[in-house]
């Protein structure tokens, strides 16, 4: 029986949305039973065999929906295998070196024996809505950091797994 899979996210300006239908994109490359949607909206997880949430990083913290999400269904969450995964360094540093879960996160895999996480860049661009990230774009510090490539090899890890 072909595992079905939740991808699931909490964005602000989309770029979690991207690469959470990323993800999905190479599990059902691998033969998965994919769904993807916001975590805001995800009404019960009981009927997936497994469960990849992801949060946009904004001041140190995962998106809203995504903390919403993991809170409203831990219980079944620790019950299935479960994957977490962060974007947000507007820079290099997610190519570059494993960035390790924010506290919060971090916390929620230990409660869930998550298998895995893992921190891709994130991605700010001219369109963005709220005040800090019109800041952020007038300092400069704006653009695209996220590494498809990256998300596709973290993707089929999972597939892997999922599969053995």
Request: aromatic residues 0%; without cysteine; glycine residues 12%.
């Given at each position: 029986m072909t595992p079905?899979?939740?991808?699931?996210y909490g964005t602000?300006?989309?770029s979690t949305a991207h690469?959470?239908?990323?993800?999905?994109?190479t599990l059902r490359e691998h033969g998965l039973t994919?769904?993807?949607?916001?975590a805001s909206v995800v009404p019960f997880v009981t009927r997936y065999d497994a469960v990849v949430v992801g949060g946009g990083l904004y001041a140190g913290r995962w998106h809203k929906d995504a903390r919403a999400f993991v809170r409203r269904h831990r219980h079944d969450l620790a019950q299935r295998p479960v994957w977490f995964f962060s974007s947000g360094p507007l820079d290099a540093s997610a190519s570059e070196r494993d960035i390790p879960p924010v506290r919060g996160v971090r916390r929620a895999m230990q409660e869930m024996h998550a298998r895995g996480h893992t921190t891709f860049g994130g991605c700010l661009d001219d369109d963005a809505d709220g005040w800090l990230?019109?800041?952020?774009l007038h300092?400069?510090?704006g653009g695209d950091f996220r590494d498809f490539e990256a998300v596709a090899a973290w993707a089929s890890g999972i597939a892997a797994e999922l599969k053995n």
């Open positions: 079905t899979v939740l991808v699931t602000k300006n989309g690469i959470a239908e990323s993800i999905a994109g994919v769904e993807t949607m916001r990230a019109r800041r952020i300092s400069g510090s």
